[in-house]
């Protein structure tokens, strides 16, 4: 099971990384604070270029970001989704394609960085998937984006089945505790060694409540010999798969 801070291990990934365990709550204080945007990676100071500094300065409806695609991000998710995509180091994954908003963001960085690694995102409407691949063909992100359609679970297996692993992985396909615990299973398997997971909705008031237990089920499933904490920021909780 997850703890909360710890030593980090004693290898480090392609890239100089940094943890922020000081962000790490204990259950009664999840979405009490909102922790704010901070880099993980130390090859730049506090955006990595205009694009990523875009999204701490476009529009706002409320506490969400309002860009060309509609979704529910705050600043610092998409901050730090911008950032793990622009320094993943292979393919990433992602759980709930949704309306498209952050596989854009992923796809964006990719392109910023350029990285031809396969973006491939899986959502159970088809309807939802189908308007996402739309909308990144207008803004031309499309290329090297896999659209899988079905149970999460089953898309995983499929994935396992071809050999597929990952450089970062996006969980946000669910808030429930037994969706959430099937994709934390899968995940030691679907990611590489030194590799990152970002899990949206890991920082709320409602955790335990009815249809959310991101926080639970990440603490209940993620072995904390296999992964580490890295931080809260905005309301998602980032974790890095142990290397061997």
């Known amino acids: 099971m997850t703890g909360g801070p710890e030593e980090t291990n004693s290898r480090a990934p392609l890239h100089p990384y940094i943890t922020h365990r000081e962000t790490w709550m204990e259950p009664n204080e999840l979405g009490r604070v909102i922790p704010p945007y901070r880099p993980t990676f130390t090859e730049f100071d506090t955006f990595i270029n205009d694009q990523h500094r ?5 529009p706002m409806r409320g506490i969400i970001i309002e860009v060309a ?3 529910a991000l705050r600043r610092a ?3 730090k989704l911008y950032e793990m995509g622009y320094y993943a180091t292979g393919d990433i994954l992602e759980f709930g394609t949704n309306r498209g908003l952050s596989i854009s963001i992923l796809a964006g960085a990719l392109r910023d960085a350029g990285n031809d690694s396969a973006l491939v995102t899986m959502d159970l409407n088809g309807e939802l998937a ?4 739309r909308s990144l063909s207008e803004l031309d992100l499309s290329r090297h984006t896999e659209f899988m359609v079905g149970d999460a679970d089953a898309s995983c297996q499929k994935l396992l089945n071809a050999g ?3 450089s970062f992985a996006f969980v946000d396909h669910s808030h429930t505790y037994d969706d959430v615990v099937k994709a934390c299973r899968r995940l030691y398997r679907l990611l590489v060694p ?7 909705d890991y920082n709320d008031s409602r955790e335990g409540t009815a249809g959310y237990g991101v926080y639970t089920a990440v603490a209940h499933t993620l072995d904390k010999n296999d992964f580490e904490f890295c ?3 905005g309301c998602c909780g980032l974790f890095r798969r142990r290397e061997v």
């Open 164 to 166: 597929r692993q990952f």
């Open 77 to 79: 998710d998409a901050l």
């Open 194 to 200: 030194g590799s990152f997971c970002l899990f949206h």
């Open 54 to 58: 875009y999204y701490n300065e476009c």
């Open 130 to 133: 189908e308007r996402a691949r």
């Open 231 to 233: 931080g809260i920021y």
């Open 69 to 71: 695609i509609e979704g």
